[in-house]
Nanobody, 115 residues
Framework: QVQLAESGGGLVQAGGSLRLSCVTSGRIFGINTMGWYRQAPGKQRELVASITSGSTINYADSVKGRFTISRDNAKNTVYLQMNSLKPEDTAVYYC?????????WGQGTQVTVSS
């Protein structure tokens, strides 16, 4: 079974930066999409950014120009570089993998942006 492990969350002041990492338990082959979702208190879980095995990238409008998603297949890792963080970015961030008609989730990492 594929397992995902997130890291890199923490507490940062508004305007600061964090880089999240998600490591899979094995190298991912075939057609797939990896992404980052977030869920803030009282809100639905929402897509932040995604990247396909063909390197097609999508961002939520709220993070365009501030966040960058990338993946390193040799390291079994997907990254989310978050710059110019805002208090509205505060949430639990989850790594997601879609492959072979299955969906996998990490445990989540807390990102807190103070004002």
């Amino acid at each position: 079974q594929v397992q995902l492990a997130e890291s890199g969350g923490g507490l940062v002041q508004a305007g600061g930066s964090l880089r999240l990492s998600c490591v899979t338990s094995g190298r991912i082959f075939g057609i797939n999409t990896m992404g980052w979702y977030r869920q803030a208190p009282g809100k639905q879980r929402e897509l932040v950014a995604s990247i396909t095995s063909g390197s097609t990238i999508n961002y939520a409008d709220s993070v365009k120009g501030r966040f960058t998603i990338s993946r390193d297949n040799a390291k079994n890792t997907v990254y989310l570089q978050m710059n110019s963080l805002k208090p509205e970015d505060t949430a639990v961030y989850y790594c997601n993998l879609q492959i072979f008609q299955r969906t996998y989730w990490g445990q989540g990492t807390q990102v807190t942006v103070s004002s």
